[in-house]
T-cell receptor, first 118, second 112 residues
Framework: DGGITQSPKYLFRKEGQNVTLSCEQNLNHDAMYWYRQDPGQGLRLIYYSQIVNDFQKGDIAEGYSVSREKKESFPLTVTSAQKNPTAFYLC?????????????????FGPGTRLTVL | KQEVTQIPAALSVPEGENLVLNCSFT??????LQWFRQDPGKGLTSLLLIQSSQREQTSGRLNASLDKSSGRSTLYIAASQPGDSATYLC???????????FGKGTRLHILP
């Protein structure tokens, strides 16, 4: 089955601790994304990566870090510097704009990780 | 900076009615626009993807239109059913990079 997996589904963290959220895809997509969703809000972009070993900050990157050492994996670390980390975190992937076929560039999402800071 | 707006924020409609959800964006230099559905506590499910050169896409009871020059897209749902109750989000990918910007969504409730 092709798709995106995120683990764990629920995560609890004590204040002051760093925590890493996992995102893996087997769709052979070049681009991967991390979003944060708060109640009643849309999705806000944290970081995105268009290619291995490269990534760009989104709109709310402060207090987060990422790595892209492999095409399939894009882990997100929520650091203790993030002031309000409790949220629902969603990972997504897509092909990049360089591929022009009409079916490309559709974005696919994982099931999400709900992080709660105690 | 691209901004995406969805109106209304919430909508309740009796079962069987046709309905339209709206999405507007400020920068017309888009690569594509995608409509998603999200059920409570779940990830997003892609419904329709419209490339910038297209004007509409259809899938079953869903039809999405795109008017790039006016910065608008609509999602038309025909013969609504209780199972259509969910939050619907639109997202825009820009021409200049692979950044994707989301609206805040419309929470749809179909009344049985």
């Amino acid at each position: 089955d092709g798709g995106i997996t995120q683990s764990p589904k629920y995560l609890f963290r004590k204040e002051g601790q760093n925590v890493t959220l996992s995102c893996e895809q087997n769709l052979n997509h070049d681009a991967m994304y991390w979003y944060r969703q708060d109640p009643g809000q849309g999705l806000r972009l944290i970081y995105y990566s268009q290619i291995v070993n490269d990534f760009q900050k989104g709109d709310i990157a402060e207090g987060y870090s990422v790595s892209r050492e492999k095409k399939e994996s894009f882990p997100l670390t929520v650091t203790s510097a993030q002031k309000n980390p409790t949220a629902f975190y969603l990972c997504a992937s897509s092909t990049t704009s360089g591929r022009r076929a009409s079916s490309y560039n559709e974005q696919f999402f994982g099931p999400g990780t709900r992080l709660t800071v105690l | 900076k691209q901004e995406v707006t969805q109106i209304p924020a919430a909508l309740s409609v009796p079962e069987g009615e046709n309905l339209v959800l709206n999405c507007s964006f400020t920068d017309s230099a888009i690569y594509n626009l995608q409509w998603f559905r999200q059920d409570p506590g779940k990830g997003l499910t892609s419904l329709l993807l419209i490339q910038s050169s297209q004007r509409e896409q259809t899938s079953g009871r869903l039809n999405a239109s795109l008017d790039k020059s006016s910065g608008r897209s609509t999602l038309y749902i025909a013969a609504s059913q209780p199972g259509d109750s969910a939050t619907y989000l639109c997202a825009v990918k820009g021409n200049r990079d692979d950044k994707i910007i989301f609206g805040k969504g419309t929470r749809l409730h179909i009344l049985p």
